[in-house]
T-cell receptor
Framework: DGGITQSPKYLFRKEGQNVTLSCEQN?????MYWYRQDPGQGLRLIYYSQIVNDFQKGDIAEGYSVSREKKESFPLTVTSAQKNPTAFYLC???????????FGQGTRLTVV | AQSVTQLGSHVSVSEGALVLLRCNYS??????LFWYVQYPNQGLQLLLK??????LVKGINGFEAEFKKSETSFHLTKPSAHMSDAAEYFCAVSVGNDYKLSFGAGTTVTVRA
């Protein structure tokens, strides 16, 4: 079955550590996105990529980094520079030229 | 820049009653508009989308939405609420050539038996 797989579902991080969230899709979509979700704030765009080896900052990119070495994969690293990383992170993908996106099941990151 | 505003962060309805969720958009160019649903600790599922064809859009699970340019609105309705409709609903807009979505703050729906 085609879809988007995010792993792990739950992640705990100590303050000062970097952590990487995985996102893999087998939908053959060109574009991939990372969103952060906080209660009462909807979803905010962190980074997005329309083609391999290229990506753009979204609205809240500070403290995050990404790579897009393969079409299927778009990992997100939450660095120690992110002051408030506890949140629900959602990865999405879409066909460039086709509006709307498919979402993964999310990763809940908690800083302990 | 484009944006959406969802009126009401919480809506409570009785089972069998009308569900009405309000969304207003702001965009200087014709927008593409979407409604998504999210169940607890899950990803988002697309309910329906407006892409400049018919102004009344029918989606999954009995939901529909009407695009009204004069009111800059894209309200979501369902004639008869079911217990399974309890979830959070997000309105989103997309414009331009980067295809990214901008989301509203969300509306949580509870359904009373």
């Amino acid at each position: 079955d085609g879809g988007i797989t995010q792993s792990p579902k739950y992640l705990f991080r100590k303050e000062g550590q970097n952590v990487t969230l995985s996102c893999e899709q087998n939908l053959n979509h060109d574009a991939m996105y990372w969103y952060r979700q906080d209660p009462g704030q909807g979803l905010r765009l962190i980074y997005y990529s329309q083609i391999v080896n290229d990506f753009q900052k979204g609205d809240i990119a500070e403290g995050y980094s990404v790579s897009r070495e393969k079409k299927e994969s778009f990992p997100l690293t939450v660095t120690s520079a992110q002051k408030n990383p506890t949140a629900f992170y959602l990865c999405a993908s879409s066909i460039v030229g086709n509006r709307g996106a498919f979402f993964g099941q999310g990763t809940r990151l908690t800083v302990v | 820049a484009q944006s959406v505003t969802q009126l009401g962060s919480h809506v409570s309805v009785s089972e069998g009653a009308l569900v009405l969720l309000r969304c207003n958009y702001s965009s200087s160019v014709p927008p593409y508009l979407f409604w998504y649903v999210q169940y607890p600790n899950q990803g988002l599922q697309l309910l329906l989308k407006y892409t400049s064809a018919a102004t009344l859009v029918k989606g999954i699970n009995g939901f529909e939405a009407e695009f009204k340019k004069s009111e800059t609105s894209f309200h979501l309705t369902k004639p008869s609420a079911h217990m399974s409709d309890a979830a959070e609903y997000f309105c989103a807009v997309s414009v331009g050539n980067d295809y990214k979505l901008s989301f509203g703050a969300g509306t949580t729906v509870t359904v009373r038996a």
